[in-house]
């Protein structure tokens, strides 16, 4: 019966779900419940299943997968992380339950969670920052490139923490759904080559454009002229720009 009242959607029906999402109802019917939510379910329907994720019982992986899933389809990210996610990390003392949080909060990327992560990140002694770092390698925003480029150029990095960030904005540079003009693109590119500290990096970022547009060679001659000083690969930059 789930099936059809989720594809009619009628008044009352997101509540309903809500409430045999909760604990206390039979296995089956909550799961079902979940399964429904994915696809309709609100920022009220978020705080169900991220009040079951910070209980960490038997439900807490369904309930991070559910979660995701709802987060993704219901596209409202802002609304989201203000009023579920937020409230949770800022309220919630115990780190398991925070880093359970995170695991799923690429579901949510914006500004306001990006800047969650940053802060996080920006404290070497913070409990949760490798969970953090992780959340940030699986970021699907652009954004998330600025931020790796932060954790590259860090002084006293760590080796990982380094490779985990030249990881990061290869693929802020090169993955095709996350989205971005070129002009950030080269911008960061640029800003890459020029704080690298090896010139193996320097010619990973450079080989992104093995193939660059007529418009992306164009803005190369802008953009990327402080790198013609690069003697290490100034002749590379200057194949691609003509």
Not at 113 to 119: A, D, I, P, R
Not at 193 to 210: E, G, H, M, P
Request: aromatic share 6%; charged share 25%.
């Amino acid at each position: 019966a789930m099936t059809p009242l989720m594809l009619r959607n009628p008044v009352g029906a997101i509540e309903l779900f809500n409430r045999l999402a909760g604990p206390g109802q039979p296995d089956t019917i909550r799961k079902a419940a979940y399964r429904t939510l994915e696809s309709i379910g609100n920022v009220d329907s978020c705080n169900v299943l991220v009040a079951t994720i910070v209980q960490g019982d038997g439900w807490q992986r369904l309930a991070q997968t559910s979660l995701k899933r709802l987060c993704v389809a219901a596209g409202r990210e802002d609304d989201i992380w203000q009023g579920a996610f937020k409230p949770a990390l800022d309220s919630t003392v115990d780190d398991d339950a925070r880093e359970a949080l995170l695991a799923v909060l690429d579901g949510v990327a914006c500004n306001g969670s990006l800047s969650y992560l940053k802060g996080i990140i920006a404290d070497p002694t913070h409990t949760l920052r490798p969970a953090a770092l992780r959340s940030l390698a699986r970021w699907p925003q652009f954004a998330a490139g600025e931020v790796w480029l932060g954790v590259m150029v860090t002084t006293g990095a760590l080796p990982e923490d380094i490779a985990a960030a030249k990881r990061g904005i290869l693929r802020a540079l090169s993955q095709d759904d996350i989205v971005a003009h070129a002009n950030l693109k080269l911008k960061l590119a640029a800003k890459a080559i020029q704080q690298a500290r090896t010139l193996d990096f320097k010619q990973a970022v450079l080989a992104r454009y093995d193939a660059p547009s007529q418009y992306e060679r164009r803005r190369m001659k802008e953009l990327w002229k402080p790198l013609l000083a690069d003697t290490n690969i100034v002749e590379q930059v200057r194949a691609l720009m003509d």
